[in-house]
């Protein structure tokens, strides 16, 4: 065998030296022959070669097949001329992989089935009247009976939208108790135009200072906003016997309907219209649903007991008459602790009375809860 390797080398050794070689000089490699060592090749790195021997590889259950496999061995100075070099990492999947993830999740935010919230709309304000008749009886929105006997002008209606007074004035019937004279409607409900309508014996009906409705039957409007007619049709507000109806009907804005009826020295009304969002109050109350705190003493407690001067929407006061009827009413019933709390509540809610006002407003106090004041006067009276 040491004569087939010395064979060996001499053979192998020419190639090596020729141009086969692939790199610069190498140790001399070296066969064991017995003792003696036999120099293979001198000179040369490592051989450079396409590809490597075939081995036959036995594989199989049995190991009975095989298959040629090609394997490379590293040899030469620094254990060959391969290197490992790791593939260039490809991040493309990845990155799609990310912006499909971001797509899928705005999709999911947007389109995402979100529970069902029902909005209930806010049920509309209630619609209620209010009634004048005689002298005055008042019903409230809310179904009070207080009653304003003293002369002067009133808040009827006192809304930020809706703004209606009364004038309140005795006549030869009632001994000086009042009745409604005369009324005036205006107010941001109606863009600033104001319509006042008095009794048959004053011939007051203007609409802006201007007078309307002469004829009878008659119509005219304030084109896109109001209309008013008058006639003789209508159910009165007063069951009394009446042979002739002389009527004003209103049609106003935000649902609220007018309708005045004159007679000879007095008014009735009857007043239908919305409770106002930002409250209201006046002669018909405050509109709340509770009956009990429209009593005249709480009514003038709240808004003053006659209408201030800034808030005047008639041209003048009326000058106030103090019957000697009403004189012995409050001599005789309104006299100890009622007489000094109606004469303390009447100073702070006046602006600067006459003695006039100031009687007034006490008999206000003490007899607007009495719907029937009037019989009283009678037991009074000279006549």
Same mark, same amino acid.
């Given at each position: 065998?040491?004569?087939?390797?010395?064979? %060996? @080398?001499?053979?192998? !050794?020419?190639? #090596?030296?020729?141009? &086969?070689?692939?790199?610069? /000089?190498? =140790?001399?490699?070296?066969?064991?022959?017995?003792?003696?060592?036999?120099?293979?090749?001198?000179?040369?790195?490592?051989?450079?070669?396409?590809?490597?021997?075939?081995?036959?590889?036995?594989?199989?259950?049995?190991?009975?097949?095989?298959?040629?496999?090609?394997?490379?061995?590293?040899?030469?100075?620094?254990?060959?001329?391969?290197?490992?070099?790791?593939?260039?990492?490809?991040?493309?999947?990845?990155? %799609? @992989?990310?912006?499909? !993830?971001?797509? #899928?999740?705005?999709? &999911?935010?947007?389109?995402? /089935?979100? =529970?069902?919230?029902?909005?209930?709309?806010?049920?509309?304000?209630?619609?209620?009247?209010?009634?004048?008749?005689?002298?005055?009886?008042?019903?409230?929105?809310?179904?009070?009976?207080?009653?304003?006997?003293?002369?002067?002008?009133?808040?009827?209606?006192?809304?930020?939208?809706?703004?209606?007074?009364?004038?309140?004035?005795?006549?030869?019937?009632?001994?000086?108790?009042?009745?409604?004279?005369?009324?005036?409607?205006?107010?941001?409900?109606?863009?600033?135009?104001?319509?006042?309508?008095?009794?048959?014996?004053?011939?007051?009906?203007?609409?802006?200072?201007?007078?309307?409705?002469?004829?009878?039957?008659?119509?005219?409007?304030?084109?896109?906003?109001?209309?008013?007619?008058?006639?003789?049709?209508?159910?009165?507000?007063?069951?009394?016997?009446?042979?002739?109806?002389?009527?004003?009907?209103?049609?106003?804005?935000?649902?609220?309907?007018?309708?005045?009826?004159?007679?000879?020295?007095?008014?009735?009304?009857?007043?239908?219209?919305?409770?106002?969002?930002?409250?209201?109050?006046?002669?018909?109350?405050?509109?709340?649903?509770?009956?009990?705190?429209?009593?005249?003493?709480?009514?003038?407690?709240?808004?003053?007991?006659?209408?201030?001067?800034?808030?005047?929407?008639?041209?003048?006061?009326?000058?106030?008459?103090?019957?000697?009827?009403?004189?012995?009413?409050?001599?005789?019933?309104?006299?100890?602790?009622?007489?000094?709390?109606?004469?303390?509540?009447?100073?702070?809610?006046?602006?600067?009375?006459?003695?006039?006002?100031?009687?007034?407003?006490?008999?206000?106090?003490?007899?607007?809860?009495?719907?029937?004041?009037?019989?009283?006067?009678?037991?009074?009276?000279?006549?």
């Amino acid at each position: 065998s040491s004569h087939f390797v010395s064979s %060996l @080398a001499r053979f192998v !050794a020419p190639f #090596l030296r020729s141009g &086969l070689c692939s790199a610069g /000089p190498m =140790p001399p490699i070296f066969a064991a022959n017995g003792g003696a060592d036999v120099e293979v090749a001198a000179g040369c790195a490592v051989c450079s070669m396409n590809t490597g021997p075939a081995v036959m590889t036995f594989v199989g259950q049995g190991h009975g097949e095989y298959i040629v496999e090609t394997q490379y061995k590293y040899v030469g100075h620094g254990a060959g001329i391969y290197s490992m070099v790791a593939p260039k990492k490809n991040f493309t999947g990845l990155i %799609l @992989a990310g912006l499909l !993830a971001v797509v #899928l999740l705005i999709f &999911l935010i947007v389109f995402w /089935p979100r =529970p069902t919230t029902t909005t209930t709309p806010a049920p509309p304000p209630p619609i209620a009247e209010c009634l004048f008749w005689g002298d005055p009886h008042i019903k409230t929105f809310d179904g009070a009976h207080p009653s304003f006997y003293g002369e002067g002008e009133f808040w009827i209606v006192k809304s930020d939208a809706v703004q209606i007074q009364g004038r309140y004035t005795g006549t030869k019937y009632t001994l000086g108790l009042a009745a409604t004279n005369r009324i005036v409607v205006s107010g941001s409900f109606l863009q600033g135009h104001t319509i006042v309508v008095g009794t048959l014996e004053s011939g007051v009906l203007t609409a802006d200072g201007q007078p309307v409705l002469q004829s009878f039957p008659s119509f005219y409007s304030l084109p896109g906003l109001a209309s008013l007619s008058y006639d003789g049709h209508g159910e009165l507000v007063d069951k009394a016997d009446h042979t002739t109806k002389h009527i004003v009907h209103m049609d106003l804005p935000n649902q609220v309907t007018i309708d005045v009826m004159r007679w000879e020295n007095y008014l009735d009304l009857k007043i239908v219209m919305p409770r106002q969002e930002t409250g209201q109050d006046g002669s018909c109350g405050n509109f709340n649903g509770v009956a009990e705190d429209d009593t005249t003493v709480q009514i003038m407690e709240r808004i003053g007991a006659r209408v201030a001067d800034q808030d005047m929407l008639f041209h003048h006061r009326v000058a106030v008459d103090f019957t000697p009827e009403m004189q012995a009413m409050l001599t005789a019933d309104c006299i100890g602790d009622k007489l000094t709390q109606a004469t303390a509540a009447c100073q702070e809610e006046l602006y600067v009375p006459s003695d006039e006002e100031m009687r007034s407003c006490l008999f206000d106090k003490c007899f607007g809860a009495n719907e029937h004041a009037l019989r009283t006067a009678q037991t009074f009276s000279t006549a």
